[in-house]
């Protein structure tokens, strides 16, 4: 097991370096000047514009480039924004909004995509099966950004339940953007557990348990159940990091000042080092929930072992 | 300078859904208006509001060049002069005096009893001391360009790759006592004291000096409204009456919030939703019923914004004169704008209406709508073969106006083939700066400083910094450089004319629109005023509760 987990953390260097140095050269192959387009019609000054290429090494071709990038990783220093702010401070600012917010979505739509799956599960064909099936159906047919507007102006606008925009009322804020951001996920969620719950309560293990005479509670509960979450955990970890890094529409809608945002912007001002630290810390989010989730494996399913 | 960022690619999808979802909803933004975000006081002065912006790029006055951060600064700070929100006419705020005898060396005097919100006095150090270190090369400050013409600032921020300042301190700038300082400009400018609103010039404390990143996130100014803890960024700005503030205006409320949104559609909501209390850019696609909606309190107001169609000129197929005005008397400006952009208006010149001296209708009949005679011209020019291509940036909402235009061009002229070509704004501006486009294409223009010099100058003078037509007219170039050289801004105003007279005669560029800014207020707050620079008379807005 220790060392099963050693492994795959030594796995991160490699794929850190692969992913650094793809969003670095994806970023510097886009075309044109982005010190140029700093100041958009009117150019700045032409010294202004000399240090500026200067500090951020944009003269140098792009593995010299990459190579001083790495060179201040390596001493703690993650690069400034073309207008001199850290990216460590853009991420210590930003990624715990995401977080936030996607933890808040990643909790609503585990807790409520279960229950509704488990609800659905255990009597095919009843009519909660029909109401989760036509539910689900229409959530994951409508567009994020169709969803999202309509619950703000529904419930922000005209009942004025909740905030509809930023986060300075603390975590009631978050309620709604999760809400709208979990609601695709929670649709495959409770799909997900109703159809492997389904299939394992017809298996050979769960008419075995309750000729033993165990109640249906138990039966269902610790162990068709459980069998049954091996593939909605490998869907929630991978949505883990999916809800963070797919939450720019739902941040720009609810006026989040996550990092989706800051991405975007820094995409289209060609600031490598700010893609590159943001991303990053992507890609080690999506590379540590999935270690999480093979763990949980052996969890869920004794069979399963990691030696 | 740079524009307000257009919400970008989510703007149309998001467009979409606002439009499905706006007719119903029958004016949410009165009744029960904002308990949300204030204690709420009884008496007319007083109280607090909040006012949208978007996420500032820089909070330095050397650094900001765009409305966001202009329209905080321009709250924190009061520079020389300012401007008159109706007629943008300039008038002195800090200084006494700003004389010249020869347009070249300016002495300024300054107000007695000036003070930044930290306590320490406004002198000419202040002034002097915050223009050197903005012009100074190595800070690499997004404003050094105002300084250009100063003497002594190619020592300070040398143009060529690589050259080392020789020297810290511009020499054209002398402290003559505490309250006076003389300013040596490279040429005679006569539009001087206009420029100096602007925020590059703003006077910034010994504070600054000492540490310009912490300064940042938290700016010492001198204006009506001090700052409140600190720039939360991608959140807000909270910013207080300042009580010792010197100016005849100080502020009527005692708070005021700068909201940061990332989006327009969400700002209009949270101003239905009564969270939000003035939003200057209600988004375009509400602009019919906003005005419905909240009656008296949607304001509309002139912007500097000018977005023009330029030549190439260095293309042999657009050297013909008659080919240009023909295209341009082809354009139906009235129609598009009432399909397409609401928050425009025609443009019949190449200054904006909101600067000092702005003509009705300079352009006359090259800029009507004249099918028939527009037809004739063209066939004077013997036409246009090939395919005409259109180019703007992408993702800025451009497509859906070139795409009339191109139809008009279709009905009227009988191009068949036109074609367009968007670009990512950076590559966009490359290609313009190398000469390498081949059809007409959009660009725009926002003042810095209400003279028409700010408009005609950069971008019609042969050495213009945005000259990106290749366009060269000696007697232009002469005449802005008279206006440069009169006696007085009113002179220099008179030449200036002259020079957009001829400029419209060559017709290097069509004039499309000028912007309207659309603006909304909840109940709370009256007497809400937008200038010419897009932004709100924040001292004179008052809370009513």
Same mark, same amino acid.
């Given at each position: 097991?220790?060392?099963?987990?050693?492994?795959?953390?030594?796995?991160?260097?490699?794929?850190?370096?692969?992913?650094?140095?793809?969003?670095?050269?994806?970023?510097?192959?886009?075309?044109?000047?982005?010190?140029?387009?700093?100041?958009?019609?009117?150019?700045?000054?032409?010294?202004?514009?000399?240090?500026?290429?200067?500090?951020?090494?944009?003269?140098?071709?792009?593995?010299?480039?990459?190579?001083?990038?790495?060179?201040?990783?390596?001493?703690?220093?993650?690069?400034?924004?073309?207008?001199?702010?850290?990216?460590?401070?853009?991420?210590?600012?930003?990624?715990?909004?995401?977080?936030?917010?996607?933890?808040?979505?990643?909790?609503?739509?585990?807790?409520?995509?279960?229950?509704?799956?488990?609800?659905?599960?255990?009597?095919?064909?009843?009519?909660?099966?029909?109401?989760?099936?036509?539910?689900?159906?229409?959530?994951?047919?409508?567009?994020?950004?169709?969803?999202?507007?309509?619950?703000?102006?529904?419930?922000?606008?005209?009942?004025?339940?909740?905030?509809?925009?930023?986060?300075?009322?603390?975590?009631?804020?978050?309620?709604?953007?999760?809400?709208?951001?979990?609601?695709?996920?929670?649709?495959?969620?409770?799909?997900?557990?109703?159809?492997?719950?389904?299939?394992?309560?017809?298996?050979?293990?769960?008419?075995?348990?309750?000729?033993?005479?165990?109640?249906?509670?138990?039966?269902?509960?610790?162990?068709?159940?459980?069998?049954?979450?091996?593939?909605?955990?490998?869907?929630?970890?991978?949505?883990?990091?999916?809800?963070?890094?797919?939450?720019?529409?739902?941040?720009?809608?609810?006026?989040?000042?996550?990092?989706?945002?800051?991405?975007?912007?820094?995409?289209?001002?060609?600031?490598?080092?700010?893609?590159?630290?943001?991303?990053?810390?992507?890609?080690?989010?999506?590379?540590?929930?999935?270690?999480?989730?093979?763990?949980?494996?052996?969890?869920?399913?004794?069979?399963?072992?990691?030696? | 300078?740079?524009?307000?960022?257009?919400?970008?690619?989510?703007?149309?999808?998001?467009?979409?859904?606002?439009?499905?979802?706006?007719?119903?909803?029958?004016?949410?933004?009165?009744?029960?208006?904002?308990?949300?975000?204030?204690? @709420?006081? #009884?008496?007319?002065?007083?109280?607090? $509001?909040? !006012?949208?912006?978007? %996420? *500032?790029? &820089?909070?330095? +006055?050397?650094?900001?060049?765009?409305?966001?951060?202009?329209?905080?600064?321009?709250?924190?700070?009061?520079?020389?002069?300012?401007?008159?929100?109706?007629?943008?006419?300039?008038?002195?705020?800090?200084?006494?005096?700003?004389?010249?005898?020869?347009?070249?060396?300016?002495?300024?005097?300054?107000?007695?009893?000036?003070?930044?919100?930290?306590?320490?006095?406004?002198?000419?150090?202040?002034?002097?001391?915050?223009?050197?270190?903005?012009?100074?090369?190595?800070?690499?400050?997004?404003?050094?360009?105002?300084?250009?013409?100063?003497?002594?600032?190619?020592?300070?921020?040398?143009?060529?790759?690589?050259?080392?300042?020789?020297?810290?301190?511009?020499? @054209?700038? #002398?402290?003559?006592?505490?309250?006076? $300082?003389? !300013?040596?400009?490279? %040429? *005679?400018? &006569?539009?001087? +004291?206009?420029?100096?609103?602007?925020?590059?010039?703003?006077?910034?404390?010994?504070?600054?000096?000492?540490?310009?990143?912490?300064?940042?996130?938290?700016?010492?100014?001198?204006?009506?409204?001090?700052?409140?803890?600190?720039?939360?960024?991608?959140?807000?700005?909270?910013?207080?009456?300042?009580?010792?503030?010197?100016?005849?205006?100080?502020?009527?409320?005692?708070?005021?919030?700068?909201?940061?949104?990332?989006?327009?559609?969400?700002?209009?909501?949270?101003?239905?939703?009564?969270?939000?209390?003035?939003?200057?850019?209600?988004?375009?696609?509400?602009?019919?019923?906003?005005?419905?909606?909240?009656?008296?309190?949607?304001?509309?107001?002139?912007?500097?914004?000018?977005?023009?169609?330029?030549?190439?000129?260095?293309?042999?197929?657009? %050297?013909?004169?008659?080919?240009?005005?023909?295209?341009?008397?082809?354009?139906?400006?009235?129609?598009?704008?009432?399909?397409?952009?609401?928050?425009?208006?025609?443009?019949?010149?190449?200054?904006?209406?909101?600067?000092?001296?702005?003509?009705?209708?300079?352009?006359?009949?090259?800029?009507?709508?004249?099918?028939?005679?527009?037809?004739?011209?063209?066939?004077?020019?013997?036409?246009?073969?090939?395919?005409?291509?259109?180019?703007?940036?992408?993702?800025?909402?451009?497509?859906?106006?070139?795409?009339?235009?191109?139809?008009?061009?279709?009905?009227?002229?009988?191009?068949?083939?036109?074609?367009?070509?968007?670009?990512?704004?950076?590559?966009?501006?490359?290609?313009?700066?190398?000469?390498?486009?081949?059809?007409?294409?959009?660009?725009?223009?926002?003042?810095?400083?209400?003279?028409?010099?700010?408009?005609?100058?950069?971008?019609?003078?042969?050495?213009?910094?945005?000259?990106?037509?290749?366009?060269?007219?000696?007697?232009?170039?002469?005449?802005?450089?008279?206006?440069?050289?009169?006696?007085?801004?009113?002179?220099?105003?008179?030449?200036?004319?002259?020079?957009?007279?001829?400029?419209?005669?060559?017709?290097?560029?069509?004039?499309?629109?000028?912007?309207?800014?659309?603006?909304?207020?909840?109940?709370?707050?009256?007497?809400?005023?937008?200038?010419?620079?897009?932004?709100?008379?924040?001292?004179?807005?008052?809370?009513?509760?």
């Amino acid at each position: 097991m220790g060392r099963y987990v050693i492994r795959r953390l030594l796995q991160i260097i490699p794929v850190f370096f692969g992913a650094t140095f793809l969003i670095y050269a994806m970023v510097f192959a886009i075309p044109g000047d982005p010190i140029r387009a700093l100041a958009g019609e009117r150019p700045l000054a032409e010294s202004t514009q000399a240090e500026l290429r200067e500090r951020y090494n944009l003269n140098d071709p792009l593995p010299v480039q990459y190579g001083k990038y790495i060179a201040g990783l390596l001493q703690g220093d993650f690069g400034e924004s073309f207008r001199g702010r850290q990216v460590v401070d853009i991420l210590r600012e930003r990624f715990p909004v995401t977080v936030r917010l996607a933890l808040f979505a990643f909790v609503f739509e585990m807790v409520l995509g279960v229950i509704a799956g488990v609800l659905a599960g255990i009597r095919r064909g009843s009519f909660m099966d029909n109401l989760v099936l036509v539910s689900t159906t229409a959530v994951v047919s409508i567009p994020i950004f169709v969803l999202g507007f309509v619950a703000q102006l529904v419930i922000g606008v005209e009942l004025g339940w909740l905030p509809i925009a930023g986060i300075q009322q603390g975590w009631i804020s978050y309620v709604l953007p999760g809400m709208v951001l979990g609601s695709v996920s929670l649709a495959y969620v409770a799909r997900l557990t109703r159809t492997s719950l389904v299939e394992n309560l017809r298996a050979d293990y769960v008419r075995t348990a309750t000729a033993k005479g165990l109640g249906r509670g138990r039966v269902v509960g610790r162990h068709a159940l459980r069998n049954s979450l091996i593939p909605v955990v490998t869907f929630l970890g991978v949505d883990l990091g999916q809800l963070m890094g797919g939450a720019i529409i739902t941040e720009g809608i609810f006026n989040i000042p996550g990092i989706g945002g800051e991405v975007f912007r820094a995409v289209r001002t060609q600031e490598g080092t700010v893609v590159v630290g943001i991303v990053t810390a992507l890609v080690l989010v999506f590379i540590l929930s999935n270690l999480v989730v093979d763990l949980l494996y052996a969890v869920l399913d004794p069979r399963i072992r990691y030696d | 300078m740079q524009r307000r960022w257009k919400t970008a690619i989510l703007m149309p999808v998001l467009a979409l859904a606002a439009a499905a979802c706006g007719g119903g909803d029958d004016g949410g933004g009165g009744g029960d208006g904002g308990d949300a975000d204030t204690g @709420g006081t #009884e008496a007319a002065a007083g109280g607090e $509001f909040s !006012v949208y912006i978007c %996420e *500032p790029e &820089s909070l330095l +006055p050397s650094n900001t060049n765009e409305v966001c951060g202009a329209e905080v600064l321009n709250a924190l700070f009061k520079g020389l002069v300012d401007y008159d929100p109706q007629t943008s006419e300039p008038y002195n705020v800090v200084a006494e005096s700003i004389e010249s005898d020869d347009q070249m060396t300016w002495t300024i005097t300054l107000k007695d009893g000036w003070t930044f919100h930290d306590g320490s006095p406004v002198t000419a150090s202040s002034f002097v001391d915050a223009w050197n270190w903005a012009a100074y090369g190595p800070n690499a400050q997004g404003n050094a360009y105002f300084f250009e013409n100063i003497e002594g600032y190619d020592d300070v921020s040398p143009a060529e790759e690589g050259a080392e300042p020789t020297a810290e301190e511009m020499s @054209g700038l #002398e402290v003559v006592d505490d309250l006076t $300082f003389r !300013v040596t400009l490279k %040429e *005679p400018f &006569s539009q001087f +004291p206009l420029t100096l609103g602007y925020t590059a010039f703003y006077p910034l404390p010994e504070a600054f000096i000492d540490d310009p990143e912490a300064f940042e996130e938290a700016p010492i100014g001198n204006g009506p409204f001090m700052i409140e803890g600190q720039w939360e960024r991608g959140q807000q700005i909270r910013a207080v009456r300042y009580d010792d503030y010197a100016g005849d205006d100080p502020a009527k409320a005692d708070a005021v919030t700068f909201a940061i949104y990332s989006e327009i559609n969400t700002a209009y909501n949270d101003l239905l939703a009564g969270n939000l209390d003035i939003l200057d850019t209600v988004p375009p696609e509400n602009i019919p019923t906003a005005a419905q909606d909240f009656g008296e309190r949607y304001i509309e107001a002139s912007s500097s914004a000018f977005t023009y169609l330029g030549f190439p000129l260095y293309q042999p197929e657009f %050297e013909d004169v008659n080919l240009r005005r023909a295209l341009s008397m082809a354009i139906d400006r009235e129609a598009i704008i009432e399909a397409i952009r609401p928050d425009w208006t025609p443009a019949s010149s190449y200054v904006s209406p909101v600067v000092q001296g702005a003509r009705e209708d300079p352009c006359g009949e090259w800029c009507q709508y004249d099918p028939e005679q527009a037809r004739q011209l063209f066939e004077e020019a013997g036409g246009f073969d090939g395919p005409l291509t259109i180019w703007f940036n992408s993702g800025a909402g451009h497509e859906g106006w070139t795409e009339a235009v191109a139809n008009q061009w279709r009905e009227a002229l009988g191009i068949t083939d036109i074609q367009f070509e968007s670009l990512e704004f950076a590559e966009y501006l490359g290609l313009l700066d190398a000469h390498e486009i081949t059809g007409p294409f959009r660009l725009g223009w926002v003042m810095d400083y209400p003279s028409p010099q700010n408009y005609l100058q950069p971008l019609y003078s042969t050495t213009g910094s945005s000259n990106n037509f290749g366009y060269s007219n000696p007697d232009v170039d002469r005449l802005l450089q008279e206006g440069n050289a009169a006696d007085s801004v009113e002179a220099g105003i008179e030449l200036y004319h002259q020079a957009e007279d001829l400029i419209l005669e060559d017709m290097p560029a069509i004039p499309i629109s000028f912007e309207r800014l659309a603006a909304a207020h909840s109940e709370r707050v009256r007497n809400v005023v937008i200038d010419g620079f897009e932004r709100i008379d924040l001292p004179n807005v008052e809370v009513v509760e």
